[in-house]
């Protein structure tokens, strides 16, 4: 599986971005979905994710209620939108899949608010 994740760029606080994250391979519906970010100098943190069958959505307290994950299986493809952007959310985003042939990763997109 590889995940190749896009999106990112320079927005105003307050603004709103998409970011997508296209999936290779079969199976999609078979895996639990999720967004990560890794904020400079800082580790890599859960953000969102939507779990494979019930399409469960999970949020960190950072973004509850200002993002929102949500995944479209015909298209192998997760989202996150991402609304009243703060300065605090800049970071890399991160795509995973997790699911019954291991864990995987997208390369990050770069999402930079400005305030």
């Known amino acids: 599986v590889q995940l190749q994740a896009s999106g990112g760029g320079l927005v105003q606080a307050g603004a709103s971005r998409r970011l997508s994250c296209i999936a290779s391979?079969?199976?999609?519906?078979?895996?639990?979905v999720a967004w990560f970010r890794q904020a400079p100098g800082k580790e890599r943190e859960f953000t969102a994710a939507?779990?494979?069958?019930?399409?469960?959505?999970y949020y960190s307290d950072s973004v509850k209620g200002r993002s929102f994950i949500f995944r479209d299986n015909a298209e192998n493809t997760v989202y996150l939108q991402m609304n009243s952007l703060k300065s605090d959310d800049t970071g890399v985003y991160y795509c995973?899949?997790?699911?019954?042939?291991?864990?995987?990763w997208g390369q990050g997109t770069q999402v930079t608010v400005s305030s």
């Open positions: 995973n899949l997790n699911g019954p042939r291991g864990v995987y």
């Open positions: 939507s779990r494979y069958g019930t399409g469960r959505t």
């Open positions: 391979g079969r199976a999609f519906v078979s895996y639990t």
